[in-house]
């Protein structure tokens, strides 16, 4: 990392920050509604090698970055401007001065081994390993979760991505050994444990390394009816709403909203269960919670797809405890639940299923829980 920084600037880099992926364990498409999710930080990290500009210079590379190196301006970053890649670290520095913050310019070289695209958020753990190297570098200060909501406004302000906030603060605030239990509205979060390996589980990441284009759009139209359903309710967010609310929500809805408040307000409860259960040490019984939320997310929200459903159909039918697609749909990737002597089975069968059904193989790999994003040297 330091020599590749040399060899593109000339000089060694300050320091170098790291901030991993993601995968959330329940509560998908409710960041955005005010509400709840349980996600975990994974091994894989994208680090930022960095080293302060006094001419105000932003230069971007990244080893996964197509193109030659981007050659910015901090005073001069607009949203739209940027249209590659260096969206996501120009638009953090573009959201720390919109928060009112002062420093110069910079030199950044990324490189990471967060799949990109596969779901599992390489645009946070690039926004946040970004954030954490200017809040170090112009010693602004800023906490974890304060440097996650900078990564937020990035997206959605300046590469134009609405998303929620839970991939940020997920990379920003996880801690190793431990889920992160984020409640969006109230701002916080809590460390949840969450160790298979200890109680002779595992957790598994079938990337299904498909992306359907549908997602782009789908995203945006899904939030839009998520909100407008709030307003014709009457409240804040569907965040206010419980399962009990749903018969009344239900008659007052017209009827192509209804299912996508159902998966909001059914799967923000999956993650206040799937929370009280790993707190009372039941992790086995997250199993059918997962999977609950998968058939949520296929048959109410209608963001799953053949290649999702068929690593979930497989895990199941070779004794998974339970599983689902994970992140914003449309293909990505999808976690199982496993005993550990089960998942050597359950992999097998997943590899196999998909040349059966003319897909391209699958990345399958196992997780448990890492640190979030830190200065690393
Ligand atoms: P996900 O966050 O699930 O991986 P997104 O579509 O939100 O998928 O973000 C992927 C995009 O983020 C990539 O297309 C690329 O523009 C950018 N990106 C992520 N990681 C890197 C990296 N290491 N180098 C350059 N660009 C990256
Ligand atoms: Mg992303």
Known sequence: MREVFRRIYGASPEGIWAAPGRVNLIGEHTDYNDGFALPIALTQNTLVAARKRQDGRLRLHSAQGDGPVIDLHVDRLTPGAVTTWGAYPAGVVWALREAGHRFGGADLHIDSTVPTGAGLSSSA??????????????GLGL????LALIGQRAENGFAGVPCGAM???ASAC???GAALHLDIRAGTHQQVP??????GMSLLVVDTRVKHDLGDGAYAALRAGCERAARLLGLTAL??????????ATRALPAHLVPLVRHVVTENARVTEAVSLLRAGHLAALGPILTDGHASLRDDFRISCAESDLVVSTALAHGALGARMTGGGFGGSVIVLAEEARVEVIGAAVIAAFPAAGYQAPYLFPVSPAEGARRIA
Do not use: H, I, M
Not at 125 to 138: I, K, M, S
Not at 194 to 199: L, T
Not at 239 to 244: K, M, S, V
């Open 125 to 138: 753990a690039l926004e946040c390993a970004v954030a954490f190297a200017y809040n170090d570098l112009y």
């Open 143 to 146: 906490s974890p979760s304060a």
């Open 167 to 169: 991939d940020q603060l």
């Open 174 to 176: 996880c801690t190793a």
């Open 194 to 199: 969450f160790d298979p390996g200890a109680q």
């Open 239 to 248: 965040r206010d709403l419980t399962p009990a609310d749903l018969p009344r």
